[in-house]
């Protein structure tokens, strides 16, 4: 799997506000890479607020966050190729949508197309600390995106 070009996708940061995020680990035998822009609370109401809720969010900042996963899996019991995709979200107060979409290299949602995903999956937030800036974990089978008082896990497992 060629990580690299991906990597390089995200462009320089060192005149934005947020920075370049990487994560990666193996679950279940995949090698799996998210690679994000990590925007900060800076005060602000994050969720409901500078992120609307029941819309499709960049899931990031700047460019749209991708995943690279290094074989096929299966996110929340349902069977996702090997690939790299952008990674979108739609927020909800108590469940989330989360958005495998096969155009990886995007700015934003300014141009999502439904149309182009590869898979939808529903999962529940938690309450977490406070993150001040945005990150993704690799923990045990899940991929945990955390910001402010929230961490949204996606669980994954190798493909059947």
Do not use: H, M
Not at 112 to 134: H, I
């Amino acid at each position: 799997i060629a990580l690299s070009p991906v990597w390089g996708q995200r462009g320089d940061d060192a005149n934005r506000l947020s920075k370049n995020g990487r994560t990666e680990g193996n679950i279940a035998g995949a090698d799996v890479v998210v690679e994000f822009g990590r925007p900060s609370v800076k005060d602000r109401k994050v969720w409901g607020g500078l992120v609307p809720f029941d819309r499709v969010w960049r899931t990031g900042a700047d460019e749209c966050t991708t995943i690279t996963l290094g074989s096929d899996v299966e996110i929340e019991g349902q069977a996702l190729s090997a690939g790299t995709y952008s990674l979108f979200t739609v927020p909800g107060e108590s469940e989330w949508t989360v958005i495998f979409n096969t155009v990886a290299d995007q700015w934003g949602s300014f141009n999502y197309d439904e149309s182009k995903d590869a898979l939808r999956v529903t999962v529940e937030p938690r309450t977490a600390e406070f993150v001040e800036t945005l990150d993704f974990e690799i923990d045990g089978s899940e991929v945990i995106l955390r910001w402010e008082e929230l961490a949204v896990p996606i669980s994954l497992t190798a493909a059947e």
